[in-house]
């Protein structure tokens, strides 16, 4: 029986140290300092055994067994609060971990009170290996992260956040996600139903928004009164932010408050990008040419380029601001301005979607647009109406008029006469009217050709390897074609493999086994061919100058 990998084991430990509120590492510790009971699964435990009504089939699988250490912990730090310890005696906030007095009360064991039938039996362990593991854990957490040596400004951080939620509460659905996930792990509840019910809001079948949202405002703006430094506490704003500002862990979430002023008043407004996305996609069907929608795009396009003036915008948009002036004298030539001006700020408006980078200077000019568009008075209406354009476009049915728009493409640029490191498109065929494109060659443009040589032999495989590809009738789907050196050594390939130089792919063809189609193209095929005993459905191609044949 296969036994998982440390990462599988890593995703139970932050999903269990998640859902019950506690620091993640000590579930990691446990692993390494218990590795027993022996499990069914193959796998060894984290010192958890059965106790009061808790059967032994409850505990004999590893994510059971992590499930269990979570709560177990969740207990002891319970009951541990109720003789009297404080969050300072529980967590050390100057380093952000558990204390060296809380890991020797966990290393003591744990027996559950009679009545607990979340936790169970925590076994004893050897205090110094407990505290070494511990930090081990967090060493591996905090390595691909900047933070500093002190977390002690982390506290005043969370409640500054905390302060400014509810002012800027624009009732999105993450939004509204990250406050019930702070309320569930602040009362150390398992599940939402839970939290919804512990805020008073009935479940019929779903919460009433309303007064979900009315209840999460007071809870959130009671918790600086009551924040006293536990555990449970500081984990559910740090999940608060987390989701909040829609980061991948938690390790960035406390970056992010140490490295950031606590006190900003605005939420962060990428989270209104898709909205200005959805509104400039929309544009061109709106768009009748009408005399302040023109002059909401004009402004939209001087922001966006940062133009000192409105006549400026208009000559870099390929017209004469004097042929626009009222000229009753020669109405076809003002007309005729005003289409070339309208098909400048078109293209302009469509070419957004992939020109836009997100600058602050990018975001304004398109909330500027909206803004005049709208006819709105003023910057905080504005961000209202893109908050409401987001809320629809979270709950809109595909088919929905509220819903994002499909997204447009950019006009293909032409071809060049010859490929080199410096002109590639990705979606571009290698070869003319081929089916190998450079983004196969370059995994998705990941690993792009160094220099021209490189640039050459993809061009080499790929015009044989087409040719191959029509002889066999059925697409090639590649798995590995160029690997710079490093990634060619990271992944175990041989330091004289053709796929350093650019001139050979792997790869296979559905409904076709590797045998099939390695006879097929045997008896021609100019470079090497191979083939993998451990994977039957795996070819490898090259352009090397002689024949070779090969089975791995």
């Known amino acids: 029986m296969s036994t998982l990998a440390p990462d599988q084991r890593n995703y139970y430990y932050l999903l269990e140290g998640g859902r019950a509120g506690v620091h993640k590492p000590i579930l990691a510790a446990l692993y390494a300092v218990h590795s027993q009971p022996q499990l069914t699964d193959g796998e060894m435990g984290l010192g958890i055994a059965p106790v009061n009504q808790i059967d032994i089939h ?4 590893f994510p059971a067994q992590v499930q269990y250490a979570a709560n177990t912990i969740r207990s002891l730090t319970n009951g541990l609060i109720d003789q009297g310890w404080t969050g300072a005696d529980i967590w050390d906030a100057s380093v952000g971990r558990y204390s060296d007095r809380y890991l020797q009360a966990v290393a003591q064991g744990f027996t559950p009170a009679e009545g607990d039938r979340e936790a169970a039996q925590l076994e004893p362990s050897d205090p110094a290996a407990l505290l070494q593991a511990y930090l081990d854990d967090i060493g591996t957490d905090y390595s691909g992260a900047q933070l500093p040596q002190s977390l002690a400004k982390l506290d005043p951080a969370l409640l500054a956040f905390a302060e400014r939620v509810a002012p800027n509460y624009g009732r999105l659905d993450h939004q509204r996600q990250a406050l019930v996930e702070a309320v569930r792990l602040w009362r150390q509840l398992n ?9 008073g809001v009935a479940l019929d079948p779903v919460p009433d928004e309303a007064a979900l949202d009315n209840a999460l405002v007071a809870f959130i703006q009671s918790a600086a009164r009551y924040y006293a430094g536990y555990p449970n506490q500081r984990e559910a704003l740090i999940r608060l932010v987390q989701l909040w500002r829609e980061m991948d862990t938690r390790e960035e979430a406390i970056e992010w408050l140490l490295t950031n002023d606590p006190f900003a008043t605005e939420t962060n407004l990428h989270i209104i990008d898709p909205a200005l996305i959805a509104f400039v996609q929309k544009i061109p069907e709106l768009y009748g040419g009408q005399g302040d929608l023109r002059f ?22 390929g017209v004469n601001p004097a042929d626009l002036a009222q000229n009753t004298a020669n109405p076809t030539a003002l007309e005729a301005s005003a289409r070339t001006l309208d098909r400048a700020l078109l293209d302009f408006a469509a070419s957004i979607p992939t020109a836009y980078s997100q600058t602050e200077q990018q975001r304004e000019a398109l909330v500027r647009l909206v803004q005049i568009w709208r006819r ?28 994002m728009p499909a997204p447009v493409p950019a006009p293909s640029p032409p071809r060049p006469p010859q490929w080199t490191p410096h002109n590639l498109q990705l979606d571009a065929s290698i070869v003319p009217n081929g089916n190998f494109t450079w983004a196969e060659a370059t995994r998705g443009g990941a690993r792009m050709p160094p220099n021209q040589a490189t640039v050459e032999a ?22 590995s074609w160029y690997r710079p050196a490093e990634i060619n050594r990271r992944v175990g390939g041989a330091s004289q493999s053709r796929h350093i130089v650019g001139d050979a792919i792997d790869f296979y063809c559905v409904g076709l086994t590797g045998n099939q189609v390695y006879w097929s193209l045997d008896p021609w095929w100019p470079g090497g061919l191979g083939r993998y005993s451990r994977f039957p459905a795996l070819v490898h191609l090259d352009a090397r100058g002689q024949r070779a044949r090969w089975t791995h």
């Open 58 to 61: 409850e505990v004999d699988r």
């Open 191 to 199: 599940t939402a139903d839970a939290a919804y019910a512990a805020l």
């Open 296 to 317: 909401a795009l004009t402004e939209g396009y001087r922001r966006w380029f940062g133009l000192d003036s409105r006549t400026t915008a208009i000559q870099r948009l």
């Open 376 to 403: 709105l008075e003023g910057r905080t209406p504005t961000l209202q109406s893109l908050f409401e354009d987001l809320r629809r476009l979270e709950r809109a049915a595909p088919s929905s008029p509220d819903a």
């Open 458 to 479: 993809i061009v080499r495989i790929a015009t044989l390897a087409q040719q191959a590809r029509d002889r066999i009738g059925r697409p090639f789907l590649i798995t």
